[in-house]
């Protein structure tokens, strides 16, 4: 098969994001905010186009560097689906970006690029260029606002310790490579045997692994996390929840699961102690927070604690819950932050105050808020109830094979309990505050009140029908390259 | 005195093998993570940085020399290229942060806290 016609996807979006760039240079300034409809519009067309009955089978190419399976396909698709609220959302905040909103949609797009290409990554080659693709870009747009120094630090802060992440994901990466002898992932894992007992080997594996753990935001190395997600443009801050984190799972699935399974199980203890820390320091620090921003940052080192559990189980169920726990994800961190960057536009701050009345001032941004946090804590019927469930049941699950396991399972649950708490706190601002400074109505914009819609939606049918979402991701995995399929 | 002619007696060394390049390349990295942890100029906390990919770059080349293959090579090609593009976004950003703030500190970086 001509590999070509297997990237298809990512060339488009490249094209589109090249296209919108060029565009820029005949369109008069104050047209300039409208492209932001044709790069949506795009995305939604290249999203449908995956789904295309010619699309081409799944196979690998340029030499096995890049995969197309189903995992990839699933994570593509997850990727533009995001892109796409999030095109809309940087549509609605384009007044508030001084010069070069232009840039900004292609940069979102260059972005989407890099991550659609890591989601096929089965070399390190490919890899270390798809991240360092998607970081880069992540340092301009989260300093996009360059008039603001809230911004500009954050992207400061993003730059050291992204490249700092980097460092490390190398350095891993030209020790594991070079013992091994080779760069790609299934050719690595028939050598496995050989080396993986050589400390050189697993020094490096371990950097790599904390480099990964760093685009994760994982316990030690989310530091960065909740300073970067304040002060960065909200845009720009929910395609970093979503996206970049989407995107280090699905490389840490694909280093751990495809490159070095034997490794991975063994050290299933280890992935276990990060998680658990993750989801503990997450959910502790998120209590006292004031800012919603900074609250959805420490919101999503618990989320990225969450997603690890599925890894630390190192079975096929926590490998599927992970799937379905990220699609919920999706939708509710994005509704929140649609809400966010619509109540910020008028109010400068983004303390938690400026929700006051917010149920009276705004039914629908009140509701999507609302729904939003509760599908986070994971209430049922929401989609986040469907996630946690199924991520707790592949821990008892593992826990059963190993003891430790069961620790981790109670450390969850209490941090469950605990999220509740913080999530509940925003609830309790929007619609129990007691002195309501501000009665004027918010208007919400058209294209934020269809992306709410579309939020809502997928909060709503992921968690009422999770059934087709979970067969949909267990045939994903059966049809991924390397052990999926064999983990039980 | 021809100075191409002149020989010393060196006393007989061992051969350099792959553990030297892997000794030095990981000395390193380590002074760059130590510059990175302890410096708190963000230009020679980049400087450092920098010094952590040459590290890796040391690595890979020597691991290809000894492997016989070229794959560390054409990593080194990706990470010198990348380097490159992040040094261009990196220094641009702590201009502007420069022009703002008047600092290149990170002490001074304190707009956002707990």
């Known amino acids: 098969m001509n590999s070509y016609q297997l990237i298809s996807l990512e060339i488009a979006t490249v094209l589109l994001g090249l296209g919108i760039l060029v565009a820029d240079l005949w369109i008069a300034p104050a047209k300039r905010r409208m492209l932001g409809f044709i790069a949506a519009a795009g995305v939604a067309v290249i999203f449908a186009a995956s789904f295309s009955p010619a699309f081409p089978d799944f196979g690998t190419a340029f030499g096995k560097m890049y995969v197309f399976d189903g995992l990839s396909l699933f994570f593509k698709r997850f990727f533009l689906a995001a892109a796409f609220i999030v095109l809309l959302l940087a549509i609605d905040f384009a007044d508030r970006i001084a010069v070069g909103i232009s840039e900004f949609y292609s940069l979102i797009l260059f972005a989407l690029a890099g991550m659609m290409f890591a989601a096929s990554s089965n070399d390190f080659t490919l890899m270390f260029a798809a991240l360092e693709l998607i970081t880069i870009t992540f340092y301009v747009l989260t300093s996009f606002q360059r008039n603001k120094l809230q911004s500009l630090e954050a992207g400061v802060k993003y730059l050291i310790l992204g490249a700092l992440s980097t460092g490390f994901t190398v350095f891993g990466i030209a020790l594991v490579s070079g013992i091994a002898g080779t760069t790609n992932f299934i050719e690595l894992s028939a050598k496995l045997k050989d080396v993986s007992g050589d400390p050189v080997f697993l020094v490096g594996l371990l950097l790599l692994t904390t480099g990964l753990g760093f685009k994760i935001a994982a316990f030690p190395f989310h530091v960065w996390a909740p300073d970067v997600y304040q002060g960065s443009p909200a845009p720009v801050t929910a395609f970093l929840a979503v996206g970049s984190k989407a995107a280090g799972i699905v490389l840490l699935m694909r280093v751990l699961f495809v490159a070095v399974p034997e490794v991975a199980k063994s050290w299933s203890g280890l992935l276990a102690f990060i998680s658990g820390a993750t989801i503990l320091y997450g959910s502790l620090c998120a209590i006292p927070q004031r800012s919603l921003k900074r609250l959805l940052g420490y919101s999503s080192i618990a989320n990225a604690g969450f997603l690890m559990l599925g890894i630390a189980a190192v079975n096929k169920d926590g490998a599927t819950a992970v799937l379905v726990y990220l699609a919920g994800y999706l939708f509710a961190v994005l509704a929140a932050f649609t809400v966010i960057s619509i109540i910020t536009r008028n109010a400068e701050s983004d303390d938690i105050s400026v929700l006051a009345g917010l149920s009276k001032r705004s039914p629908m941004l009140a509701a999507a808020l609302t729904f939003s946090m509760v599908s986070l804590a994971g209430i049922p019927p929401l989609a986040g109830f469907f996630g946690k469930f199924l991520l707790l049941k592949s821990i008892i699950k593992a826990g059963s094979v190993s003891g430790p396991h069961f620790v981790l399972l109670a450390v969850a649950v209490i941090a469950v309990v605990i999220s509740l708490y913080y999530y509940f706190g925003v609830i309790r601002a929007i619609f129990w505050s007691k002195d309501v400074s501000d009665h004027s109505p918010i208007p919400v914009p058209s294209v934020m009140a269809f992306t709410l819609a579309v939020c809502m939606a997928g909060m709503f049918l992921l968690g009422v029908f999770p059934g087709i979402l979970v067969d949909a991701d267990a045939e994903a995995l059966n049809s991924a390259v390397g052990v999926f399929a064999r983990l039980r | ?114």
Do not use: W
Not at chain 2, 34 to 61: P, Q
Not at chain 2, 66 to 74: H, P, R
Not at chain 2, 85 to 112: C, N
């Open chain 2, 1 to 114: 005195m021809n100075l191409l002619a002149a020989t010393v007696d060196l006393p007989s060394l061992p051969p350099v093998g792959l553990q030297h390049y892997l000794a030095v390349s990981a000395l390193l990295f380590c002074l760059g993570v130590l510059g990175v942890l302890i410096r708190r100029n963000i230009l020679v906390m980049y400087m450092s940085l920098e010094l952590m990919l040459n590290a890796s770059n040391l690595a890979l080349v020597a691991f290809s020399r000894f492997n016989n293959n070229l794959n560390g090579q054409v990593m080194v090609f990706f990470i010198i290229t990348v380097a490159a593009a992040e040094v261009a976004v990196g220094l641009a950003l702590i201009v502007a942060l420069y022009r703002k703030r008047q600092t290149a500190h990170v002490e001074d970086l304190t707009t956002m806290k707990l």
